[in-house]
C-alpha cells in the first residue's frame, strides 16, 4: 500500500530512518553486550530492541495492514498526523545523537 498523505510520507520514512539508525546502535551495543556483560551495554541493547520493535510495527501499520495501512493513508486528520510526525521525527533525531555519541 502507497502512503498519499505527504505527512505521512514523512512519518513513514521518519521509522524507516529510526529503524536504519537503530539497526545499527544494536550492532555496537549488543556486540558490547555480549562481550562485555556490562549492565550498561545490556540495558542499551534492550532500549534498542524496543524502540525497533516500536518503529517496525508503526511501519507496518502505515505500510502493510490490510486496514490500517488505508486508514492511515486517506482518513487521519492532518492534526493528527503533525502530531504523530512530530514524535518520529524528535526520536529520529535523538537516535542520530545517539548513534554520533556511539561512534564517537
Known sequence: MTVASPWA???TG???ANVAVLTGLLAVWG?????LRSP????LSTVAVLLFAENAVA????LADPTLSVWFSSAVPSVAWRAM??????ETVALVVLLRVTLD
Open 59 to 62: 511501519l507496518y501499520y502505515y
Open 9 to 11: 510520507t514523512v512519518a
Open 31 to 35: 556486540r558490547n553486550a555480549v562481550r
Open 40 to 43: 550498561h551495554a545490556i540495558g
Open 14 to 16: 521518519a521509522a524507516g
Open 85 to 90: 510526525v512530530t514524535l518520529h521525527l524528535l
